[in-house]
């Protein structure tokens, strides 16, 4: 599986957008960039998904870079409660039943007021 | 009904003790998994359960005995556990193991805390 690349740490201020960078330049073409989020103290929560289009639902955006060697996740409009740690996880949708959900370091986001 | 729960949320358990973990999940998914989470590390895969049976076990010790009654529920068995054990032990779910864009859905996890 393609390996990515996250800041360990990166802060926002309430209210703006937070721009969340992921490297994964080793991506294969039936790899999906996926986003998940842990708040402290609950299981990850899954945020969005994407091929090679931008995609868009009520949690965020996520932009593919043309070449998909990167993908950034938005937060169109960072509240408190969206301090969390942001996992970027590359997989392949369809697969064999060894093709599970491995995560890394994920970048650790902290809104401030 | 859109939720893995978990029981307990919180677990203390002395060295010698025999003890379980419990995970439920009414969505009709037929892949259920446990993750191990260890303070200020990312979640660790241990076992995944597909139609109700053991398709992967990532060399997790025998102290952890996973099962799968039935297509809702899902146990870990716990015993003689090692301090080093202590950790959120957190269920997962999804569809299938072979599709997984429609994402895992994850409880929020049990505090185990060995002593």
């Known amino acids: 599986d393609a390996k990515t690349t996250q800041p360990p740490s990166m802060d926002c201020a309430e209210g703006r957008a937070a721009n969340l960078p992921c490297n994964h330049s080793?991506?294969?073409?039936?790899?999906?960039v996926y986003w998940y989020r842990q708040i402290h103290s609950q299981g990850p929560q899954y945020i969005i998904h994407g091929l090679k289009n931008n995609e868009t639902n009520e949690m965020a955006s996520l932009i593919i870079t043309e070449d998909r060697k990167s993908s950034t996740l938005i937060l169109p409009h960072a509240t408190l409660r969206d301090t969390a740690v942001y996992y970027c996880i590359v997989r392949v949708g369809w697969g064999n039943a060894g093709n599970m959900l491995t995560f890394g370091g994920g970048t650790r986001l902290m809104v401030k007021p | 009904d859109t939720e893995v729960t978990q029981t307990p949320k919180h677990l203390v358990m002395g060295m010698t003790n025999k003890k379980s973990l419990k995970c439920e999940q009414h969505m009709g998914h037929r892949a259920m998994y446990w993750y191990k989470q260890k303070a200020k590390k990312p979640p660790e895969l241990m076992f995944v359960?597909?139609?109700?049976?053991?398709?992967i076990n990532e060399s997790v010790p025998s102290r952890f005995s996973p099962e799968c009654p039935n297509s809702s529920l899902l146990n870990l068995h716990l015993h003689a556990l090692q301090p080093e054990d202590s950790a959120l032990y957190l269920c997962?779910?999804?569809?299938?193991?072979?599709?997984?864009?429609?994402?895992?859905?994850f409880g929020s996890g049990t505090r185990l805390t060995v002593v």
């Open positions: 080793t991506i294969s073409g039936n790899e999906y």
């Open positions: 997962a779910s999804s569809f299938h193991t072979s599709r997984i864009d429609y994402g895992y859905t």
């Open positions: 359960y597909s139609y109700e049976k053991l398709s």
